[in-house]
């Protein structure tokens, strides 16, 4: 798709991603004012039971972690397309989270796009793994991520997360994970605490 923002696509003044076709779709830092349609956003998808709601007090103590894609008419002007957000989970792993395109947005390169920015976040900090909680398994695969077993194969850190998540009992989400290409893995990173490790995981 065309209108998707690479990795390496150079930042406007605002710190958003260039568009790049016809149909234009940006991507740039998230800020306090996105936060109610961010919310809004992912409670139409949660309502619907296609991904987990978020409170919109975590929204604002997290609207740094977010990027916010918009679509661009010829005028110039800018209409909301979609969210997603890169939270970094230990030295060597971090997760997109509250993935969601505005409805009516499908299809149209804006969840890729937000994807591809979230992974370029995890290059510039040299994170090396990108994991992802989804109910939507192609999508992300497309992305080139993996579907794994969530009983076997997760790290640590998720392991935790998971254990605070109020739908911990009978998770129905997928795990998928990428490994970065030209990333290293992290020299003498620490062990994840043994208290956020359940037992029997490693």
């Known amino acids: 798709m065309t209108d998707l923002v690479g990795p390496d696509a150079r930042r406007a003044p605002d710190g958003s991603s260039p568009a790049s076709a016809p149909d234009d779709v940006r991507v740039r830092p998230a800020r306090p004012a996105d936060v109610p349609r961010i919310y809004d956003t992912i409670a139409f998808w949660a309502n619907r039971g296609r991904m987990l709601v978020r409170p919109m007090p975590n929204l604002y103590e997290n609207v740094k972690d977010f990027f916010v894609a918009e679509t661009v008419d010829a005028g110039g002007t800018a209409t909301f397309a979609g969210n997603a957000a890169l939270h970094v989970l230990w030295g060597d792993i971090a997760e997109i989270r509250g993935l969601a395109v505005a409805d009516g947005v499908q299809a149209r390169g804006v969840g890729r796009a937000l994807v591809e920015r979230c992974e370029e976040e995890a290059r510039a900090v040299g994170i090396p ?28 850190r998720v392991w935790s997360e998971c254990l605070r998540c109020p739908f911990f009992v009978g998770c129905n ?30």
Request: glycine share 8%; net charge negative.
């Open 129 to 156: 793994t990108v994991f992802a909680w989804t109910y939507e398994v192609g999508f992300f695969e497309r992305c080139g991520y993996r579907l794994i077993d969530k009983t076997r194969d997760l790290h640590p």
């Open 173 to 202: 989400e997928n795990g998928v994970v990428k490994r970065l290409d030209g990333v290293p893995e992290p020299v003498d990173l620490p062990e994840p605490p043994p208290t956020q490790v359940p037992p029997g995981i490693r």
